[in-house]
């Protein structure tokens, strides 16, 4: 990939628009950028900025920290009041690293209705850090009610130094609730992410992972590589790590480093507090709970494919049909996996390479519609 014909050709076509009415930072150029997507956070950010000011000052004097403080032109008014008192409250306070407002809340500045949320948030920031980065700058996404360790940036770029990741994701837990119902329901579900990831990963699949925005950290030449950040109000942090993962391998780092909030809020729709709601209203995760038979079932259609490579279609479906159940063969077939199969075929060189172009299809989306079909119809 030639980055820089990649980067002017994201900057022309993809880059969020007007951003040039931002002021700069006062360097031209950093190496770690925190984004954190502000919206109603006046009780938390405080708390997520304190835990950033306790990292190395080595780290810091080359860090920008993002702050895009946001909401739709229709917010209510305690909202937008809200992030007004925030912005007061970020300036009233002296911080040892450089930090830049970004204002999408003020009258004139908002976001447009229906196009606003957090996956649009967190776009906006980085997309704001390209400007002062190169293909190597590290992009760090946050939460405005997250706290980190004291280690955090320290650990991370040892790692970086390490593997020269492009993608990573850091070991998280939440902080603990005062009220024992929350702290149960919050501990169950990080055990429910981490086991569904875990089962993924066995699997041989490159999407075992959990998918939580405040984890992710990339370089610049990866994000920009995978189109940027989606816009979305939800689940931004699915997509966007779906095509991380689809671009390059994802590292892991096992240490604890990142604490998000265990607020009982449905903030966002799949988010965390809409789970913590679903759990406290049924007493369990509604379409998480997945059998080691769903598991073994996505395994043994990764094995059987891999072990298929080259073979023509016609002869894949027979072999499908006697080794898989009608409903596991009628779900893949109305995924197209006629077409995609003569396709990888085709233009795969290698197994290896054929294996990547079928992950490519049998993505994370894909396995999790699989794996509620088969909870739902077969097992």
């Not at 403080?69 to 917010?75: F, G």
Request: charged share 25%; glycine share 4%; hydrophobic share 35%.
């Amino acid at each position: 990939m030639n980055f820089n014909n990649t980067f002017n050709k994201y900057i022309k076509k993809t880059i969020y628009p007007g951003l040039d009415r931002h002021s700069a930072p006062s360097k031209s150029y950093y190496d770690y950028f925190i984004i954190i997507p502000v919206f109603n956070e006046y009780d938390y950010l405080l708390g997520t900025l304190k835990s950033i000011t306790k990292q190395k000052n080595i780290y810091l004097s080359n860090t920008l920290v993002v702050l895009v403080i946001n909401n739709t032109v229709d917010a209510i008014q305690s909202i937008k009041k809200n992030n007004k008192a925030t912005k007061f409250l970020i300036n009233s306070h002296e911080l040892n690293f450089e930090y830049m407002i970004l204002d999408y809340y003020s009258k004139g500045n908002e976001l447009p209705n229906k196009k606003g949320g957090v996956g649009v948030a967190r776009k906006i920031g980085m997309d704001y850090c390209l400007q002062y980065s190169n293909q190597n700058s590290l992009l760090f996404c946050l939460d405005a009610d997250t706290l980190i360790s004291k280690e955090y940036l320290s650990k991370i770029i040892k790692f970086n130094y390490k593997t020269d990741f492009k993608t990573c994701v850091v070991k998280f837990s939440h902080q603990k609730s005062p009220d024992q119902k929350i702290e149960k329901a919050i501990r169950l579900y990080e055990q429910k992410l981490y086991s569904i990831a875990n089962q993924i990963k066995k699997c041989k699949s490159p999407y075992g992972y959990v998918s939580m925005g405040s984890t992710i950290v990339c370089k610049v030449k990866a994000y920009i590589a995978v189109g940027g950040m989606p816009k979305k109000s939800a689940a931004e942090d699915f997509y966007f790590m779906q095509s991380l993962a689809k671009y390059h391998l994802i590292h892991f780092i096992d240490d604890c480093l990142v604490y998000p909030s265990s607020r009982l809020e449905m903030r966002v729709y799949l988010g965390t507090g809409f789970r913590l709601l679903q759990y406290n209203e049924n007493k369990k995760f509604l379409d998480l709970d997945f059998s080691k038979n769903c598991f073994m079932t996505v395994k043994k259609i990764i094995s059987f494919v891999e072990k298929n490579y080259k073979i023509s279609y016609n002869i894949f479906l027979k072999e499908l049909n006697k080794n898989f159940d009608d409903k596991i063969c009628n779900f893949l077939n109305n995924h197209d996996i006629k077409k995609i199969w003569n396709r990888i075929n085709k233009n795969a060189k290698t197994k290896k390479q054929f294996m990547i172009f079928f992950h490519q299809w049998f993505d994370a989306l894909k396995i999790m519609q699989l794996l509620k079909f088969l909870n739902k119809n077969i097992v």
